[in-house]
């Protein structure tokens, strides 16, 4: 059953069945009756476990069929700015300014994967709030856009006028703000921010475990 992949799949990550439940948007302890019940789960609930957890395999745990995970993408490096996306060594929480210094910022090597064809460029990542969909020193794919663009519920990494933060971004019930959502709700809350703050903001599109 579905329900016991996905407890297959939560003991293999040493995820709580809480922090579970937290990072889809399940009410507490609603999994543990279902799973005790042999219950059934929605499609919603289903769209967003592959959406949070996105190296479960679609196939295997809808079917059973293949493997848990999805097979590593292939990925390599290249000093040829000609040939993949530039990855810039610095982190965007700390201090990511492409659009402002781009003379002075220059790419580090290019990434060339065949993953995220919509990213612009690669850099790193650290914090622990969107954990388990992007994880502390993970390399973070970026598609620059405009506060027009956003698409409520997707990933974002956004500057604004004194920091920078990566979140989930959603509708605010107050005219002229954004609500900030982590993954990790744990250990972290939801924050409301004046769309007026935002200098420039990113599509996350992609994200992998640093292999260089």
């Not at 579905?2 to 302890?29: C, Q």
């Amino acid at each position: 059953m579905i329900l016991d992949r996905i407890k297959l799949y939560i003991d293999t990550k040493g995820i709580s069945i809480a922090a579970f439940e937290k990072s889809v948007g399940m009410s507490n302890a609603s999994f543990s009756k279902s799973l005790k019940n042999n219950g059934a789960i929605g499609t919603d609930k289903l769209e967003n476990i592959l959406s949070v957890y996105s190296d479960i395999s679609p196939e295997w745990l809808l079917t059973g069929q293949g493997d848990m995970l999805k097979e590593e993408p292939s990925l390599s490096v290249s000093m040829n700015p000609q040939e993949g996306t530039p990855y810039y060594d610095v982190d965007f929480l700390g201090g990511f300014d492409l659009q402002e210094n781009s003379q002075a910022m220059v790419p580090a090597l290019n990434i060339v994967a065949n993953i995220c064809p919509r990213a612009e460029m690669w850099c790193n990542i650290t914090g622990h709030s969107m954990e388990p969909t992007i994880s502390h020193g993970d390399i973070i794919a970026l598609h620059k856009c405009s506060v027009e663009d956003i698409q409520y519920g997707e990933v974002y990494a956004v500057v604004l006028d004194t920091f920078r933060t990566v979140k989930i971004l959603r509708k605010s019930s107050t005219p002229g703000m954004l609500k900030f959502v982590p993954v990790n709700k744990e250990e972290f809350d939801e924050q409301e921010f004046s769309i007026s703050r935002i200098l420039q903001v990113y599509e996350v599109v992609g994200s992998i475990r640093r292999f260089f």
